[in-house]
């Protein structure tokens, strides 16, 4: 059987960010920047990295600038090029010649689920894969096309997954799992046997949680129509996975790489200090200011 490829990214981008309070009152928590550039972006190129053509961004009320930042941005074009500034200039039209964006509204917020089923008409029926910009990963392989190998050998979805110390568990959507042995990628694959959305720690049926990237087949927006809202009283996708499961396999793969929390503010921090250490412009004077702090 030919195994369809994956060409789209779908990106849920309509939450209200209450985490990232009073920040994301007016402005999406999607284009915080992390250093320079807005979460979104990363999640952006990590896709493009990947080899996906298309993206797909499930927007709510209040996100224009997204919209704006991927689009082209005349005025400051001008102002750039009559001040001779051409590596600013590069850089700004680079954005918006990266990759064809299309945008779906989610008029209201009522769960992952919900917000990936938006983008039901757009993605058509094939294979997609679905990335939460507020989970940055930085790693060797991006992390979509790690994921994007176990998807093109099985041709069923697949998530990706990162052990959780047993006190942050109930913040994520858990997976009951056995491992999937001599598959080239170590122990790192399971075949998910169940999964609970934001279970107690005690109900949690093992230490492994679902992060923000998917690949997901198409019949996931069936599943989601018949599934009731769950955690919160929100469409969950982890539901609808857990209804898909009835009659599909699905994997999961314990990514190579580092996953930073940035939709909340300990992990944004971390991510951008870690990021800063890293780039090549700033990184030296940025390590010798940190080591001058006196942190006790
Ligand atoms: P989060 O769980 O981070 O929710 O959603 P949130 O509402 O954005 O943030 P907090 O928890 O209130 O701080 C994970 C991803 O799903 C999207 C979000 O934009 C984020 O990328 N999402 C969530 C939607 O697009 N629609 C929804 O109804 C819910």
């Known amino acids: 059987m030919m ?4 060409r789209k990214a779908v990106f849920p981008a309509a939450g209200l960010g209450t985490r990232f309070l009073p920040a994301t009152k007016a402005q999406p928590k999607e284009m915080l920047p992390l250093v320079d550039k807005p979460l979104i972006q990363y ?67 009522l769960g992952l689920g919900h917000a990936v ?5 757009l993605v ?55 491992q999937v042995g001599d598959n080239g990628v170590g122990n790192r694959l399971f075949r998910i046997r169940n999964m609970v959305e934001k279970p107690r720690p005690a109900d949690a049926p093992s230490n492994l949680a679902i992060i923000g990237r998917y690949i997901l087949t198409p019949e996931i927006f069936h599943c989601v129509e018949s599934i009731e809202p769950g955690s919160g009283g929100e469409i969950q996708l982890t539901d609808a996975l857990k209804y898909m499961l009835r009659n599909r396999p699905i994997y ?11 939709g ?9 200090v870690e990021f800063a250490l890293n780039r090549h ?3 030296e004077s940025f390590r010798a200011y940190l080591k001058n702090l006196c942190i006790q």
């Open 252 to 262: 999961g793969l314990k990514f190579e790489g580092t996953r930073y929390d940035a």
């Open 281 to 283: 412009d700033l990184g």
């Open 124 to 178: 058509g029926n094939e294979p997609f894969a679905a990335i939460l910009s507020d989970d940055v990963i930085s790693s060797e392989t991006p992390c979509v096309r790690q994921l994007l190998d176990v998807y093109e050998y099985y041709g069923a979805s697949v998530l990706a997954l990162m052990e959780v110390p047993k006190e942050q568990i109930s913040a994520y959507g858990v997976v009951d799992a056995e």
């Open 43 to 109: 999640g952006v190129e990590e896709a493009i990295h990947s080899g996906i053509q298309n993206i797909i961004v499930v927007t709510g009320r209040g996100k224009s600038s997204i919209e704006d930042h991927f689009d082209v941005s005349f005025e400051l074009e001008q102002l750039l090029e009559s001040k001779g500034k051409s590596e600013l200039l590069s850089m700004v039209r680079a954005i918006s010649d990266m990759i064809d964006i299309s945008y779906v509204r989610q008029k209201e917020a």
């Open 3 to 6: 195994i369809p490829k994956v």
């Open 117 to 121: 089923h938006r983008a039901k008409e």
């Open 264 to 272: 909340d503010k300990l992990g944004f921090l971390k991510a951008t």
